[in-house]
């Protein structure tokens, strides 16, 4: 399966960014899709997940509230919608894919996801 993502950018200090990830394949909607983000020097954090339903959906504590996961699976599309940014949101974001069987199963860690995009710079300014 191959991710690309896009929509990172530049912004400041309460505004918003949209992250969209397109997979390649096919069946997508048998893959559950999340979010991981990395800054410099730090280790990669979870973000926010969805079942491959959509019926399911968890979020990371430090985004709760601020961010909302989505999917279309008729676009092999996940898309991560981030409001009221904070300077420590500022990270490289990932779009991560792995095939389960569950409709409303999730995974929350770096080591269960097979499938990573290159990734997508957001910066938010203070």
């Known amino acids: 399966v191959k991710l690309e993502e896009s929509g990172g950018g530049l912004v400041q200090a309460g505004g918003s960014l949209r992250l969209s990830c397109v997979a390649s394949?096919?069946?997508?909607?048998?893959?559950?899709g999340a979010w991981f983000r990395q800054a410099p020097g730090k280790e990669h954090e979870f973000v926010a997940a969805?079942?491959?339903?959509?019926?399911?959906?968890y979020y990371a504590d430090s985004v709760k509230g601020r961010f909302t996961i989505s999917r279309d699976n008729t676009k092999n599309k996940v898309s991560l919608q981030m409001n009221s940014l904070r300077p420590e949101d500022t990270a490289v974001y990932y779009c991560?894919?792995?095939?389960?069987?569950?409709?409303?199963?999730?995974?929350?860690?770096?080591?269960?996801?097979?499938?990573w995009g290159q990734g997508t710079q957001v910066t938010v300014s203070s």
């Open positions: 991560v894919a792995e095939a389960v069987t569950g409709a409303d199963d999730l995974f929350l860690r770096v080591w269960e996801y097979d499938y």
């Open positions: 394949e096919r069946t997508f909607s048998k893959y559950v």
């Open positions: 969805i079942s491959w339903s959509g019926g399911n959906t």
